[in-house]
Nanobody
Framework: QVQMVESGGGLVQAGGSLRLSCTAS????????MGWFRQAPGKEREGVSC????????YYADSVKGRFTISRDNAKNTLYLQMNSLKPEDTAMYYC???????????????WGQGTQVTVSS
């Protein structure tokens, strides 16, 4: 049974930082390109970042480039998202995804985490 558990979300002031983690079990983590998506209330889900299985290539949505950094530790089956200079518009539920591409197409996602809430106050 595949499980992906996110953590690290919370309430932070604008300009602050958070680090999200996603620990996966029940899948061959190191064979998956892994990603982060987010969904704000009343908005469609959007891709945030994607990292290839080896960690050699990363992709970011324009809205987070230069502020967010995706990384992974294949030995720990864990995906990370370091979020700096947070803005109120970053407020959303953040989801870990197993399977992604640089265009953040949903059809490449095989598994989703349950989500972790990030709220940025102004």
């Amino acid at each position: 049974q595949v499980q992906m558990v996110e953590s690290g979300g919370g309430l932070v002031q604008a300009g602050g930082s958070l680090r999200l983690s996603c620990t996966a079990s029940g899948l061959a983590f190191n064979y998956y390109h892994m990603g982060w998506f987010r969904q704000a209330p009343g908005k469609e889900r959007e891709g945030v970042s994607c990292i290839m299985w080896s960690g050699g290539s990363t992709y970011y949505a324009d809205s987070v480039k230069g502020r967010f950094t995706i990384s992974r530790d294949n030995a720990k089956n864990t995906l990370y998202l370091q979020m700096n200079s947070l803005k109120p518009e970053d407020t959303a539920m953040y989801y870990c995804a197993a399977g992604c591409d640089g265009r953040f197409a949903d059809r490449y996602v095989s598994y989703w985490g349950q989500g972790t809430q990030v709220t940025v106050s102004s």
